[in-house]
């Protein structure tokens, strides 16, 4: 299987070419989108035959679903071929000056503005691990600070890596960032994209934890709680051999060179 993460835009909620669909269209769209990311981040689709296969229905069943489909243009054809039209460009990663922008603009934009097309937006309006945004009464500056060392270093955070960054978080220590206030789960996402940023495990989130709570007295009050932690348990897993490990071989084939 190439990915089991599927994205997945709240905006379409407000797109009328949606909201026109046949409810029969709207099952099969949401079934295509789990069969082309079973087949990668092209949005590449199978033959009919192998869809009717691989969803259990029949082609008299599928028929005319495509078509109606490709009459909103979610489905085009591409030599033959069926193709979920920005399928690539909305499932890959995003970059963090990206999720910034989108960050600030969904923020400062005025819940009266109509939402953008469903299929023709280039936007992720819904990405919900963008870099802390700023909010009335935030000093501008560390907010922008912040921004701007994401755009210095570059760097894409791939979703699947947060999400299980924060999935083995909430089962080791105990806690839902849906519990959260919304300032919280502003800063638990942050926090999330510097976890990822450092290449942490999941074994390592663990042990991180399970050291944290051993030692008493320590709240854990969300992912920004562990990060020393994490550094630490990264940094005694990075130890090299001590010097004079190299004793074992005085009995063994390098005897001689080691004695000398």
């Excluded at 069943?61 to 030599?79: A, D, H, M, R, S």
């Excluded at 009266?112 to 937006?121: H, L, Q, V």
């Excluded at 701007?148 to 839902?176: A, P, R, T």
Aim: hydrophobic share 35%; glycine share 6%.
């Amino acid at each position: 299987m190439a990915g089991y993460w599927l994205k997945l835009f709240t905006e379409i909620l407000d797109d009328p070419k949606y909201n026109r669909l046949s409810d029969t269209a709207k099952l099969g769209m949401y079934e295509l989108l789990l069969l082309g990311k079973n087949r990668g981040n092209d949005g590449d689709l199978p033959t009919l035959s192998d869809i009717a296969f691989y969803t259990r229905r029949s082609e008299d069943w599928w028929q005319p679903v495509i078509e109606e489909l490709k009459g909103i243009k979610f489905l085009i054809e591409e030599n033959n071929n069926l193709v979920i039209r920005q399928f690539a460009t909305r499932q890959g990663a995003v970059s963090g000056s990206e999720r910034a922008r989108q960050s600030r603009e969904r923020t400062n934009k005025p819940k009266a503005w109509p939402e953008p097309d469903a299929y023709d937006s280039q936007q992720n309006p819904c990405e919900t691990h963008a870099e802390p945004c700023k909010k009335n009464g935030d000093v501008e500056v560390d907010v922008e600070v912040d921004v701007e060392k994401d755009v210095e270093k570059d760097v894409d955070v791939d979703h699947n890596d947060i999400e299980i960054i924060n999935q083995e978080f909430e089962i080791s220590s105990g806690l839902s960032r849906a519990n959260c206030t919304q300032k919280e789960k502003t800063k638990w996402d942050e926090s999330l994209i510097k976890l990822s940023h450092t290449g942490v495990s999941p074994e390592i989130i663990s042990k991180s934890i399970a050291a944290l709570k051993a030692k008493g007295g320590y709240v854990i009050a969300g992912p920004w709680s562990i990060i020393k932690a994490v550094q630490i348990e990264m940094a005694s897993a990075r130890q090299t051999v001590p010097k004079d490990d190299a004793r074992k071989y005085i009995e063994g084939p390098y005897a001689d060179f080691i004695q000398h």
